[in-house]
Protein backbone atom coordinates (compact mmCIF):
# COMPACT_ATOMS: atom_id res chain seq x y z
CA UNK A 1 0.00 0.00 0.00
CA UNK A 2 1.49 3.50 -0.88
CA UNK A 3 1.65 5.85 1.38
CA UNK A 4 -1.35 8.42 0.58
CA UNK A 5 0.28 11.57 2.26
CA UNK A 6 1.58 13.70 -0.31
CA UNK A 7 5.04 14.01 0.35
CA UNK A 8 6.75 17.44 -0.89
CA UNK A 9 9.89 18.79 0.21
CA UNK A 10 9.20 21.09 2.59
CA UNK A 11 7.40 18.13 4.86
CA UNK A 12 10.46 16.38 4.06
CA UNK A 13 12.91 18.47 5.39
CA UNK A 14 11.00 19.10 8.44
CA UNK A 15 11.05 15.19 8.96
CA UNK A 16 14.72 15.58 8.44
CA UNK A 17 14.89 18.37 11.19
CA UNK A 18 12.79 16.39 13.39
CA UNK A 19 14.89 13.29 13.13
CA UNK A 20 17.81 15.32 13.52
CA UNK A 21 16.66 17.13 16.33
CA UNK A 22 15.43 14.00 18.20
CA UNK A 23 19.28 12.43 17.54
CA UNK A 24 20.53 15.41 19.35
CA UNK A 25 18.60 15.26 22.14
CA UNK A 26 19.16 11.52 22.46
CA UNK A 27 22.85 12.02 22.14
CA UNK A 28 22.23 14.83 24.84
CA UNK A 29 20.38 12.86 26.79
CA UNK A 30 22.85 9.41 27.02
CA UNK A 31 25.56 12.42 27.44
CA UNK A 32 24.32 13.94 30.41
CA UNK A 33 23.82 9.74 31.70
CA UNK A 34 26.98 8.77 31.20
CA UNK A 35 28.91 12.05 32.91
CA UNK A 36 29.42 10.79 36.37
CA UNK A 37 30.81 7.13 34.83
CA UNK A 38 32.74 9.83 32.43
CA UNK A 39 34.01 11.40 35.52
CA UNK A 40 34.57 8.12 37.51
CA UNK A 41 36.52 6.73 34.68
CA UNK A 42 38.71 10.15 34.59
CA UNK A 43 39.27 10.18 38.38
CA UNK A 44 40.30 7.03 37.47
CA UNK A 45 42.45 7.40 35.33
CA UNK A 46 44.11 10.03 36.92
CA UNK A 47 44.81 7.96 39.74
CA UNK A 48 46.50 5.39 37.65
CA UNK A 49 48.66 8.30 36.45
CA UNK A 50 49.68 9.42 39.48
CA UNK A 51 50.52 6.06 40.84
CA UNK A 52 52.81 5.69 37.46
CA UNK A 53 54.34 8.62 38.46
CA UNK A 54 55.30 8.15 41.92
CA UNK A 55 56.55 4.27 41.04
CA UNK A 56 58.34 6.67 38.40
CA UNK A 57 59.85 8.62 40.76
CA UNK A 58 60.76 6.23 43.62
CA UNK A 59 62.33 4.15 40.63
CA UNK A 60 64.68 6.91 39.66
CA UNK A 61 64.92 7.15 43.59
CA UNK A 62 66.56 3.78 44.17
CA UNK A 63 68.89 4.58 40.70
CA UNK A 64 70.44 7.33 42.60
CA UNK A 65 71.30 5.90 45.29
CA UNK A 66 72.51 2.76 43.92
CA UNK A 67 74.66 5.00 41.79
CA UNK A 68 75.99 6.79 44.72
CA UNK A 69 76.72 3.92 46.28
CA UNK A 70 78.65 2.70 43.78
CA UNK A 71 80.65 5.82 43.27
CA UNK A 72 81.00 5.52 46.94
CA UNK A 73 82.42 1.76 47.09
CA UNK A 74 84.71 2.65 43.32
CA UNK A 75 86.00 5.66 45.63
CA UNK A 76 86.90 3.84 48.40
CA UNK A 77 88.88 0.76 46.32
CA UNK A 78 91.05 3.92 44.86
CA UNK A 79 91.62 5.03 48.05
CA UNK A 80 92.18 1.56 49.24
CA UNK A 81 94.73 1.07 46.42
CA UNK A 82 96.56 4.15 46.23
CA UNK A 83 97.08 3.14 50.32
CA UNK A 84 98.47 -0.05 49.37
CA UNK A 85 100.46 1.29 46.39
CA UNK A 86 101.84 4.01 48.59
CA UNK A 87 102.85 1.08 52.05
CA UNK A 88 104.44 -0.95 49.22
CA UNK A 89 106.42 1.43 47.69
CA UNK A 90 107.33 2.98 51.36
CA UNK A 91 108.32 -0.79 52.13
CA UNK A 92 110.67 -0.52 48.94
CA UNK A 93 112.07 2.43 49.68
CA UNK A 94 113.42 1.36 53.82
CA UNK A 95 114.35 -1.97 52.04
CA UNK A 96 116.33 0.03 49.68
CA UNK A 97 117.84 2.33 52.19
CA UNK A 98 118.62 -0.59 54.79
CA UNK A 99 120.76 -2.11 51.65
CA UNK A 100 122.88 1.09 51.22
CA UNK A 101 123.39 1.22 55.38
CA UNK A 102 124.32 -1.90 55.48
CA UNK A 103 126.82 -1.44 52.05
CA UNK A 104 128.02 1.84 54.06
CA UNK A 105 128.80 -0.20 57.26
CA UNK A 106 130.44 -3.31 55.38
CA UNK A 107 132.97 -0.71 53.20
CA UNK A 108 133.08 1.32 56.62
CA UNK A 109 134.24 -2.11 58.74
CA UNK A 110 136.03 -2.99 55.69
CA UNK A 111 138.25 0.23 55.58
CA UNK A 112 138.71 0.11 59.78
CA UNK A 113 139.72 -3.63 59.08
CA UNK A 114 142.11 -2.49 56.68
CA UNK A 115 143.08 0.57 58.51
CA UNK A 116 144.25 -1.78 61.57
CA UNK A 117 146.24 -3.91 59.82
CA UNK A 118 147.92 -1.10 57.94
CA UNK A 119 148.60 -0.08 61.39
CA UNK A 120 149.67 -3.15 62.86
CA UNK A 121 151.88 -3.66 59.87
CA UNK A 122 153.55 -0.20 60.86
CA UNK A 123 153.96 -0.79 64.10
CA UNK A 124 156.11 -3.97 63.51
CA UNK A 125 158.30 -2.48 61.25
CA UNK A 126 159.20 0.11 63.74
Do not use: C, G, H, W
Not at 86 to 104: C, D, G, K, T
Amino acid sequence: MKNSRNNDFADRRSAAADAKASLLSAYRAAKTAAEPTRLARQAERISVVAAREARSAERKRLKAEETARLEAEAAEQQAAAQATILAENEARQSAENARIARVIEDEAARKAERDRRYANRKARQA
